[in-house]
Nanobody, 124 residues
Framework: QVQLVESGGGLVQAGGSLRLSCAASGRTFSSYAMGWFRQAAGKEREFVAAISWGGSNTYYADSVKGRFTISRDNAKNMVYLQMNNLKPEDTAAYYC?????????????????WGQGTQVTVSS
């Protein structure tokens, strides 16, 4: 069982930056792949970024490639999403997720555990 708690969301102007954090419980955290997803109002939850269990593989949605960076610190049971050059279309609730398979999947249904989400609002 893994419990995930996101933090770091907020209101930022377009072009600004935010760093989301995800704190995970459980001694097996380092064996899980981790992902970030987001859900804008009235839309489906969509893939943002993923990182494999050891951190060697990362994947990004085309819409955030070059602006967002996912990273993890297995010693601290933490995952991060650094978001730079934010745009109004990045406005959404952002969710951290854990995948027991360990590989960095881009598929929402591959993830076994989810956090409650943190809101990111980007003003124009």
């Amino acid at each position: 069982q893994v419990q995930l708690v996101e933090s770091g969301g907020g209101l930022v102007q377009a072009g600004g930056s935010l760093r989301l954090s995800c704190a995970a419980s459980g001694r097996t955290f380092s064996s899980y792949a981790m992902g970030w997803f987001r859900q804008a109002a009235g839309k489906e939850r969509e893939f943002v970024a993923a990182i494999s269990w050891g951190g060697s593989n990362t994947y990004y949605a085309d819409s955030v490639k070059g602006r967002f960076t996912i990273s993890r610190d297995n010693a601290k049971n933490m995952v991060y999403l650094q978001m730079n050059n934010l745009k109004p279309e990045d406005t959404a609730a952002y969710y951290c997720a854990a995948d027991q398979a360990g590989w960095a999947s881009t598929v929402r249904d591959d993830y076994d555990y989810w956090g409650q989400g943190t809101q990111v609002t980007v003003s124009s």
